[in-house]
């Protein structure tokens, strides 16, 4: 089965520039994870969809990031503005479930540059 | 709040020696451990996980919840098994990883 899609593979930016990052999840897969990993540090949990409904986004910046997941299928993932703390990869994950216990499977990632 | 601590940025060891990644949590419910492995210009994916208590790859993790740690071993490391370790822990609905060991197994 094809993996977990993401694009653009990179992207800089400069700060207060906005930026999206697109996710295809592997087809059928009901939950969609969004991380960040900051160089030398484990990923950190941004925002977790079932279908498109939102589950936890407690760790989601809200005053400049925002995600959705149009039909319960691909998702965008939006800074706006950039700051340069934000310079980071950014991974998508799906499982097929719902579960958390289920195995997550993460895309490539988007390595994000902001100057 | 749940913490997972993974205290060795860096592990070298030569082929055939044993290896031992160590990971430690902080987790007042009862939590599901897992290894993740990232290994050179491939995606981060699942290794094990202490329920299944199965071995994968010649690599084992046993849960020791007096130490609070979830170690993962293999008794006799191969070239190939070079990569960056993650540990994570599931709680609160939430999979927290810890910041990771960069393994390299030389020949």
């Known amino acids: 089965e094809a993996g977990v899609a993401q694009s653009p593979r990179y992207k800089i930016i400069e700060k207060r520039q906005s930026v999206a990052f697109w996710c295809n999840p592997i087809s059928g897969h009901a939950t969609l994870y969004w991380y960040q990993q900051i160089l030398g540090q484990g990923p950190k949990l941004l925002i977790q969809?079932?279908?498109?409904?939102?589950?936890?986004d407690s760790q989601l910046p809200k005053d400049r990031f925002s995600a959705e997941r149009l039909k319960g299928v691909d998702s965008t993932l939006k800074i706006q503005p950039a700051k340069l703390e934000d310079s980071a990869v950014y991974l998508c994950?799906?499982?097929?479930?719902?579960?958390?216990?289920?195995?997550?499977?993460f895309g490539p990632g988007t390595r994000l540059t902001v100057l | 709040a749940q913490r997972v601590t993974q205290p060795e940025k860096l592990l070298s060891v030569f082929k055939g020696a044993p290896v031992e990644l160590k990971c430690n949590y902080s987790y007042s419910g009862s939590p599901e451990l897992f290894w993740y492995v990232q290994y050179s210009r491939q995606r981060l994916q699942l290794l094990l996980r202490h329920i299944s208590r199965e071995s994968i790859k010649g690599f084992t993790a046993d849960l020791n919840k007096g130490e609070t740690s979830f170690h993962l071993k293999k008794p006799f490391a191969q070239e190939e098994d070079s990569a960056m370790y993650y540990c994570?822990?599931?709680?609160?609905?939430?999979?927290?990883f810890g910041k990771g060991t960069l393994l390299t197994v030389n020949p």
């Open positions: 969809f079932q279908n498109n409904g939102v589950v936890d």
């Open positions: 994950a799906s499982g097929s479930s719902g579960r958390m216990t289920d195995t997550q499977y």
């Open positions: 994570a822990l599931l709680g609160n609905y939430k999979l927290t």
